[in-house]
């Protein structure tokens, strides 16, 4: 039998989630492997997704919402001609219309349109909470839900290949091979439905992949039997350190011991000028002598206001 682990302060691993699997399910798995119930995830994949899915275990679980925030990429297929009510291959038809003869050009322009700063509709079957229930319960209790646009930031939204094919029904269907980089918050999905309405055909996600949250790629994922196997191995999982995961995913403020000592006893320092402008923009990596992480902190009023102390 596997020895427990002691995680100390614990760590991140990266998980190439499985299609099928949803991200709780994950979490379960991870609990088993690294033998404690202190662990979480950083940012949801649905349950057809494949990917990077940010696992903290132990004292990183106070990492995750911040990471969550982070910028994000992916690989999908978008399917066009066909309409599905989750926006995704998962759900049923709601039309199918039919796409053939679309030209690149007009594929190009209505990708541009939503490319940047651009307001999107979250997906009607998502977690967003409408009257403090999620959007996909009141969907599917039969509902039908009108959600507000928000802002999303698209930074990348590039089309790779066009491939005209012919669907299980044989109704004329477009796949496009994309990949997208985009900010917290945004729905591929959503991407692909605005999509076809733009080109008037409809549309769906069929394939999802996510290559990178944050930092943290593909390249450097594990599969749950490649973890499995190095518990039944070497009795424990290699965990990226917490103070590692920090530096990776945040800027970095380094203190003295007296001033580390203040910050961690909850002193309010002042944030030196380049300090205090990354502050503003997000989470500031907090770090004393001897590399050892403290805190992450944001800038308010040019002041250091902790967001989660570690040490």
Excluded at 285 to 308: C, H, Q, T, W, Y
């Amino acid at each position: 039998m596997a020895k427990k682990k002691d995680n100390g302060p614990g760590g991140l691993v990266v998980v190439d989630k499985p299609a099928g699997f949803t991200s709780h399910d994950v979490v379960a798995k991870m609990r088993g492997i690294a033998r404690t119930r202190r662990v979480g995830h950083a940012g949801t994949l649905d349950p057809m997704a494949t990917g990077v899915l940010v696992i903290g275990v132990e004292k990183a679980t106070r990492l995750l919402g911040h990471l969550a925030l982070t910028e994000k990429e992916y690989v999908a297929t978008v399917r066009l001609g066909q309409s599905t009510v989750t926006e995704d291959a998962e759900g049923e038809f709601t039309a199918s219309e039919g796409a053939e003869g679309l030209s690149r050009a007009a594929i190009d322009a209505a990708v541009a349109e939503l490319t940047g700063d651009i307001m999107q509709v979250p997906s009607k079957v998502s977690a967003v909470k409408v009257d403090g229930k999620r959007s996909y319960a009141r969907v599917r209790e039969g509902e039908d839900v009108e959600l507000a646009a928000r802002p999303v930031t698209i930074s990348s939204f590039l089309v790779h290949d066009v491939r005209e094919e012919r669907a299980e029904d044989g109704t004329p269907v477009t796949d496009l091979l994309v990949s997208v980089v985009c900010s917290s918050g945004t729905y591929v999905r959503a991407l692909a439905r605005d999509l076809g309405v733009a080109l008037g055909c409809g549309g769906h996600l069929s394939a999802l992949r996510r290559t990178r949250v944050g930092p943290y790629k593909l390249d450097g994922a594990r599969s749950l039997e490649a973890l499995q196997g190095e518990v039944d191995e070497a009795g424990e999982i290699s965990l990226l350190p917490l103070a590692e995961a920090a530096a990776q995913a945040f800027p970095r403020w380094d203190l003295d011991a007296d001033k580390a000592r203040l910050l961690g006893n909850g002193v309010q320092l002042t944030m030196p000028a380049p300090v205090a402008r990354q502050g503003k923009e997000g989470p500031v990596a907090v770090f004393g002598p001897e590399d050892r992480f403290i805190a992450l902190v944001e800038e308010k009023n040019g002041k250091a206001k902790s967001l989660a102390v570690f040490a």
